[in-house]
């Protein structure tokens, strides 16, 4: 190890002068100070300096059969044949649409400069870029537009008396007057990475009706990144609790004349308005799942702005969106700052069939039905027991005394079929499956459930689950990756609210764990009820999926929250291998996976059918194969 670190430091002093990149100087850098650095200090700065070298190799932007360019751009002049590539993929586009850039300026500073060099030195030059300058710094931004010109696109400067108190009635004259295809909003001091309008471009042509583009974003301070936020793809529900979309939001223009054009005080509530607005008239929404641009926390803001009262606003553009809608129902603050909990009056007729499967363990099942009965606050339902062979006396003693349903069968444990024969049986509106290891925390669980399940568009719904820790056991699933479906925010101490608060609002994904699992009755008879070829694993994503495949939305709540103490009643027991064909890269790349004994042909019957969308499931916040933002 002295030898290693003997050489590296010679060969730093060897290239101070030389030409050699950054990054081989900074891996030398780490190796000179390997004898005084901790292992696991160590071990996270060479993987931190090897993916971002990773990123800038062109080769394999060549080889990967992707077009998609790494965030970090930084070096690319370094490889001539990427950017050769580029101008020819551009050449090869049918559409090339106009990209108006709108950019109000709130003062003169030197932040604006940034924001117009990010713009010149994009890879996609057909655009133009507006600037709505309060009067009373045309002088100074006119300098600045001076310097940053040559080279750059068109800029076009338009003057406002007042701006940051008329910039709804700024953007609309910018509506009127440029000639864009798409319409792109900045703020003074934010910048785009090289490659954004291409990434628009790349969209545009790929989705040819899309209305609404937006992109992943870093969050940076004097040019220093602090944070990269992941978003997932288009979730209406997840829009109503929170504007996530944010930057960089590209709009094609004929769209937002069609939805009014602009209305609103600030830029955060202007663009959520008119995304609402958008939305009402038709969903084309698309991801760009890149960071693309970089959000400056030191820009300037316009008079009179602060968070508190443009989150009120936007609590206003909500309520709007709703009357406009037809939606009955209230608009409060979330559990989280800045976000928003839209409430829906509660069918209180409604009857809910809770189903539990169980066998013995009477103490998990007597803990589980004591909680639904001390804690609800809801009282239309029943409880419908369904014992799998329990040979326990305490368990037949319970059932004897229990006032609620049982029903008993003594067949091989299948978790699809025992709920299918309970739902059977039940006679409520809504289904609730249960497992019975579980513990009901908020008093209002069932209306929680309930009040998304009555909605007609929505398939299934699922709650927030807790271990016995406290720690997060279930906020929605992801699908994709080595294990087909996976926990987002797993382990996440539940005070953090997730990633970037996600486990804490309420949104849509593909699938829910059927530990605590809501539909309408009509809805599971639809679809089919439980894959009864799927014995233990994947029959809550099958059933979900089916649901979806039917045009329905799933939904997650936080604001049904119970204990989960996994695996309470049954071990993991035996297991066989499932082989399947994980794409990555493009490629099929053969995986094997454990599933539990008997299971094999079903799982890879599942992930047969389900094999689209779980490879090209826009609720992961990173591509499969990678590290996901959990």
């Avoid at 529900?237 to 944010?246: E, G, I, M, R, T």
Wanted: one cysteine or more.
């Amino acid at each position: 190890m002295k030898t290693l670190i003997r050489l590296s430091r010679l060969l730093l002093l060897m290239l101070r002068d030389s030409n050699v990149s950054e990054g081989v100087r900074t891996a030398l850098y780490h190796l000179t100070r390997l004898e005084e650095t901790p292992p696991h200090q160590f071990s996270q700065s060479i993987n931190a300096w090897s993916k971002r070298m990773s990123t800038l190799q062109h080769y394999r932007y060549r080889l990967r059969g992707s077009t998609n360019l790494p965030d970090d751009l930084t070096l690319i002049e370094d490889y001539p044949d990427i950017l050769k590539q580029i101008e020819q993929e551009i050449a090869a586009f049918q559409h090339q649409p106009l990209i108006t850039l709108m950019l109000p300026v709130y003062s003169g500073d030197w932040l604006i400069e940034q924001t117009l060099r990010s713009v010149g030195a994009q890879f996609y030059r057909n655009v133009e870029a507006y600037l709505l300058v309060d009067s009373q710094f045309v002088a100074d931004v006119q300098q600045i537009v001076a310097k940053t010109q040559e080279g750059s696109c068109r800029v076009k400067l338009k003057q406002f008396e007042n701006l940051s108190q008329n910039l709804g009635l700024a953007f609309n004259e910018v509506l009127n007057d440029c000639e864009g295809d798409f319409i792109g909003f900045l703020s003074s001091g934010d910048t785009i990475s090289r490659n954004a309008t291409l990434e628009t471009l790349r969209v545009a042509n790929r989705s040819a009706e899309v209305d609404i583009i937006y992109s992943d974003e870093r969050q940076s301070a004097a040019g220093d990144a602090i944070r990269t936020l992941r978003k997932p793809g288009w979730s209406r529900d997840l829009f109503l609790s929170a504007n996530y979309l944010q930057n960089f939001l590209c709009c094609r223009k004929q769209a937002v004349r069609d939805a009014g054009g602009f209305s609103g005080r600030f830029e955060s509530d202007i663009k959520y308005d008119l995304v609402l607005r958008m939305i009402e008239k038709r969903e084309r929404v698309e991801h760009i799942p890149q960071a693309i641009y970089r959000n400056e926390v030191h820009k300037s803001y316009p008079d009179g702005f602060n968070a508190g009262a443009s989150f009120e606003l936007q609590k206003k553009v909500v309520e709007a969106h709703l009357k406009r809608s037809g939606v009955d129902g209230e608009v409060h603050s979330g559990l989280i700052r800045g976000s928003i909990r839209v409430r829906r009056p509660i069918d209180t007729n409604a009857k809910i069939s809770i189903i539990i499967p169980t066998r013995d363990k009477i103490d998990l099942l007597e803990q589980c039905i004591d909680s639904i009965e001390t804690n609800s606050t809801f009282r239309n339902y029943e409880i419908i027991i369904i014992d799998n062979g329990s040979v326990e006396a305490a368990s037949a003693n319970y059932f004897a005394n229990t006032k609620h349903e049982v029903i008993r069968n003594t067949e091989e444990f299948n978790y699809s079929r025992l709920n299918n024969i309970a739902a059977r049986q039940a006679t409520g509106d809504h289904l609730l499956f249960l497992n019975n290891d579980t513990e009901v925390i908020a008093p209002d669980w069932l209306e929680a459930l309930l009040e998304h399940s009555q909605r007609p568009e929505v398939g299934a719904v699922g709650a927030k689950l807790l271990f016995r820790n406290g720690m997060i056991q279930h906020a929605g699933m992801v699908l994709g990756g080595p294990w087909l479906a996976e926990h987002v925010n797993l382990f996440t101490e539940i005070y953090d609210h997730g990633y970037m608060g996600f486990a804490d609002v309420i949104r849509n994904f593909n699938c829910m764990t059927g530990a605590c699992l809501m539909m309408r009755a009509s809805v599971f008879q639809q679809v089919g009820g439980f894959d009864e070829s799927l014995t233990i694993t994947y029959n809550d994503v099958d059933l979900c999926l089916k649901a979806r495949a039917q045009g329905y939305l799933v939904v997650y709540t936080p604001h049904a929250l119970l204990y989960h103490y996994e695996r309470g009643t049954r071990g993991k027991g035996e297991v066989d291998i499932a082989e399947i064909a994980l794409k990555l890269n493009g490629e099929d790349v053969p995986h094997k996976m454990a599933v539990p004994r008997g299971q094999a042909g079903g799982v890879e019957q599942f992930y047969l059918r389900w094999r689209t969308i779980i490879e090209n499931d826009l609720n992961r916040t990173a591509p499969p194969g990678e590290t996901l933002d959990i």
